[in-house]
């Protein structure tokens, strides 16, 4: 049966001159955005504040999670390889001092992109000097040596998402992705850098409060410095269904738990993505 969305949980759209030229500026360059292939629901907001998640090597992504509004194929287009310095150049006329970059998987090339990855990080750096960089990666198929491409273009953040509580990955994920591979790339990432680590988990998927805190403690155990927690909305008749809409009093919950386990910075809140307005969160004045 379908759960009905409560009235609370509802966005204005706005539309300014911002958002206008955000949009013109991405199009001309053939960019993507996050904002607009997984149809966050705070893309008005974000780009009326001058803030977009870039999404690179292409618009479609070679795995199914079935809470994702991303296209899928087994044979994407091929890379760009014009994207690292277009990117940079959109990220300069935009004039950002943070931004967010994360990718579709693409298990159908050699490298899993990873190299491009890395290009991308570099030349934005390269044409932004003291820019901070987020990055928000795939899993590379637990492949320790493409983990350390990304780590070698230091990043500020790097961040990955388990996106779900344990027993609900196979039902939510694509079969490549599971919660013990996730957590085997947060943990090397600080074993090989001091870099920050981030990651994300939905809800409303069916999980429990147990469940929920019991991924929460697993990620402090391999000492994930930030968290985002928002609700899953569903993008279309496609993929699954809601179980549940989480109330802003649990959500803040969550939070006071978060912040009494160690983590850095908890974002939680229906509406947060873990990308949300990044660069205004406590982590640019923290790595700054």
């Not at 199009?27 to 904002?35: D, E, I, Q, R, S």
């Not at 292939?37 to 199914?64: K, L, Q, V, Y």
């Not at 795939?138 to 040596?145: A, T």
């Not at 809800?203 to 402090?220: F, N, P, S, Y």
Request: net charge neutral.
């Amino acid at each position: 049966m379908q759960v009905l969305k409560p009235e609370w949980l509802t966005i204005k759209p706005l539309t300014s001159d911002n958002y206008i030229l955000i949009k013109e500026r991405l199009n001309k360059l053939k960019l993507h955005t996050v904002c607009e292939e997984a149809h966050c629901p705070n893309i008005n907001e974000c780009w009326n504040s001058g803030t977009a998640t870039f999404m690179i090597m292409g618009d479609t992504c070679t795995r199914g999670c079935r809470f994702c509004a991303v296209k899928t194929s087994f044979k994407p287009r091929e890379l760009d390889k014009e994207e690292s310095i277009k990117l940079a150049e959109a990220i300069k006329e935009m004039n950002l001092d943070y931004v967010v970059i994360t990718s579709v998987n693409r298990d159908d090339l050699l490298d899993q992109g990873a190299n491009h990855f890395a290009e991308c990080i570099k030349k934005v750096r390269e044409i932004n000097p003291g820019i901070l960089i987020e990055v928000l990666i795939p899993d590379f198929s637990g492949n320790l040596d493409l983990l350390k491409i990304i780590i070698d273009a230091k990043p500020n953040v790097i961040a990955h998402n388990i996106e779900t509580v344990k027993s609900l990955q196979k039902k939510v994920r694509d079969p490549r992705a599971n919660y013990e591979q996730s957590l085997f790339i947060l943990k090397n990432i600080k074993k090989f850098s001091n870099i920050y680590t981030k990651s994300s988990i939905m809800l409303g998927l069916g999980e429990t409060d147990d469940e929920v805190i019991q991924a929460m403690k697993d990620l402090r155990e391999i000492n994930v410095d930030f968290l985002t927690i928002g609700q899953y909305l569903r993008p279309s008749k496609q993929h699954l269904e809601v179980e549940e809409y989480i109330k802003p009093e649990k959500f803040n919950y969550f939070k006071a738990i978060g912040e009494e386990l160690g983590f850095k910075y908890v974002a939680s809140g229906p509406f947060v993505r873990s990308s949300y307005k990044a660069g205004e969160f406590f982590i640019k004045s923290l790595i700054t």
